[in-house]
């Protein structure tokens, strides 16, 4: 089992970083949605990670060429989607396995879609329940909520009004992926929005989504083709934040992170960070289907806080915030974000744990926790599979000395994290 010793930074660091993992939730919707065109997509930057890697393998096996030199991939997708010969296999990911689950419902042909002990673990229901009620055939263990997954291709799916009653990207992009083939317009709508990067993305494809004042999206059904992608998948500011972190708890430092996606729906902790006390500065650059820029994160207070709204918009960044939590002045609290329990772990718990063998005083909710702030003591961490429980405590490890146990799963979304990480201390 691969481990990271990590030890106290004992100076400060004032760096620029341009190496940051690309985004995950972009390289995994370009390598889907290349399939909705008939003409060649070309994506740099394209996260090689094992999680988008795997994405890109069933993309392959569903019929499309795939030419790839490092991270610039083009992709030929097929006119007619094929039945693959062998299970799809979405290793760690939960997107893919649920987005794949909209994409593939009225594909014909039978897919069998698995992946790790993690992802068997983790509730499909979400997107099987709604997709079953508009006709797909999706079976598997458990009735369908766990993988491996059976589905069998339908010819048409039946237009449909649904409320989700979970805020997820997941769920709302499998829905709108199944739409664009259904017989008629269908109407999403989520409490709280979610990540957008697939409206943004399909819009910019050529598709159509229009939001209508009673808060439901229109999702048309394709009439032909989408226009194939041409673009640099930006920093990911999921992963970017475990270098925000950093900065935020070593006295008198600074990161600049170049080229992030700047999507309001995805840098929601920074501005947690900022309420903390920290300097957070955004410099937007551009903007092709999401606006993209740097952003810069200068050490100064840390001081608690309460989270308890847009949690959908920092939800993988909780783990790493509660190291921040855990070092600031007072409490700090996390609510209404339930979700935490069904991901890669149950965030709620491993966080908790964790921070209990590092000598933190905390109280565990259904829905979140409370910290009292103050200091970590040294301590061996276990991930138990988990890459943003590994790598937030790793980052605690700056602060005050860390053994992590099973980094392995830090491969599934940052193979160069570890990298990045040693440059601090040079
Ligand atoms: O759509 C996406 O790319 C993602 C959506 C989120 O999950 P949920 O939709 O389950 O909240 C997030 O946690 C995950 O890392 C990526
Ligand atoms: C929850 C995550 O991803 P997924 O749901 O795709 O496994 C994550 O990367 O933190």
Redesign the pocket.
């Known amino acids: 089992m691969e481990k990271f010793t990590i030890k106290k930074l004992t100076k400060a660091f004032d760096i620029e970083i341009d190496s940051i993992a690309s985004d995950?939730s972009i390289s995994?919707r370009c390598a889907m949605f290349s399939l909705f065109s008939n003409q060649t997509s070309y994506i740099k930057n394209y996260l090689t990670a094992e999680?988008t890697l795997n994405t890109l393998s069933i993309v392959e096996q569903l019929g499309a060429t795939i030419k790839r030199d490092g991270s610039s991939v083009e992709i030929t997708p097929t006119p007619i989607l094929n039945e693959p010969s062998d299970v799809l296999d979405c290793g760690?990911?939960?997107?893919?396995m649920r987005l794949f689950c909209g994409l593939l419902a009225s594909i014909d042909g039978a897919f069998t879609l698995t992946g790790d002990k993690y992802?068997r673990n983790?509730p499909m229901n979400r997107v099987a329940v709604p997709l079953r009620s508009i006709g797909a055939l999706i079976d598997g263990r458990e009735n369908g909520n766990k993988a491996p997954l059976f589905i069998r291709g339908v010819k048409e799916l039946q237009p449909f009004t649904y409320h989700s009653p979970v805020d997820s990207a997941?769920v709302k992009s499998a829905m709108i992926l199944a739409a664009l083939r259904a017989s008629g317009i269908s109407k999403y709508k989520e409490n709280e929005l979610t990540r957008d990067h697939t409206e943004r993305m399909l819009k910019g494809m050529g598709a159509k989504l229009e939001n209508d004042k009673d808060g439901f999206i229109n999702i048309h059904p394709l009439s032909g083709h989408l226009k194939p992608l041409n673009i640099t998948v930006p920093t990911d500011p999921?992963s970017a934040f475990f270098f925000a972190l950093a900065a935020a708890i070593t006295k008198g430092s600074r990161v600049f992170i170049k080229n992030v996606t700047l999507n309001p729906t995805r840098i929601e902790a920074y501005i947690v960070l900022k309420k903390m006390g920290v300097i957070v500065n955004f410099i937007e650059k551009e903007n092709i289907y999401e606006p993209i820029g740097d952003i810069e994160i200068i050490n100064n207070e840390l001081n608690g806080v309460v989270v308890s709204e847009n949690i959908s918009w920092l939800?993988?960044e909780l783990p790493a915030l509660s190291i921040a939590m855990s070092l600031a002045n007072g409490k700090s609290k996390v609510s209404n974000a339930k979700e935490l329990r069904v991901?890669?772990s149950d965030r709620i718990s491993r966080v908790v744990n964790n921070l209990k063998l590092c000598g933190v005083t905390y109280t565990e909710f259904e829905d979140g926790y409370e910290i009292i702030g103050g200091t970590m003591n040294k301590a061996t961490i276990n991930s138990h599979g988990d890459?943003?429980i590994a790598m937030s405590f790793a980052i605690a490890g700056l602060n005050s000395d860390m053994e992590i146990k099973d980094t392995q799963c830090i491969d599934?979304?940052f193979p160069n994290f570890k990298e990045i990480l040693d440059s601090l201390y040079k």
Do not use: M, P
């Open positions: 995950k995994h999680d760690n990911s939960g997107t893919a992802l983790r997941q999921s939800i993988d991901k890669e890459h943003r599934t979304s």
